[in-house]
Each structure stands twice: as C-alpha cells, then as structure tokens.
C-alpha cells in the first residue's frame, strides 16, 4: 500500500509545487525527484495520520 500511495504521492508533489508557482515535475531530473519525494512524504503521513498507524 505504501508503494502505492508513494506514486500518487509523486503525483500530488507535482500539483503542489505547480499551485505554489514552481516547476513541477519536468523530467526525470534531480528536481523532480525531490519534487516527488516531498509529495510521497506528504502522502504518507497524511495517510498514516488518518489511519491510525504509527509506524512508518
């Protein structure tokens, strides 16, 4: 599950530095992975959050 919402997370990184005015995911650069990094973290916690688990 977690593989999962990390894809999505990398998603959702994307939509979020784009709404902030900053370039998104562009490529497969160092950029976009740390675009993508911050979204799955971003994702992640929040899911955790919801449900309930501790552990990540």
């Not at 160092?30 to 501790?54: M, N, T």
């Amino acid at each position: 599950m977690d593989i999962v919402l990390g894809i999505v997370g990398a998603i959702v990184g994307g939509l979020i530095f784009s709404a902030f005015g900053s370039a998104g995911v562009t490529g497969l650069n160092i950029w976009s992975l740390i675009v993508a990094v911050i979204g799955s973290i971003v994702v992640l916690w929040a899911y955790h959050q919801i449900s309930g688990k501790r552990t990540l």
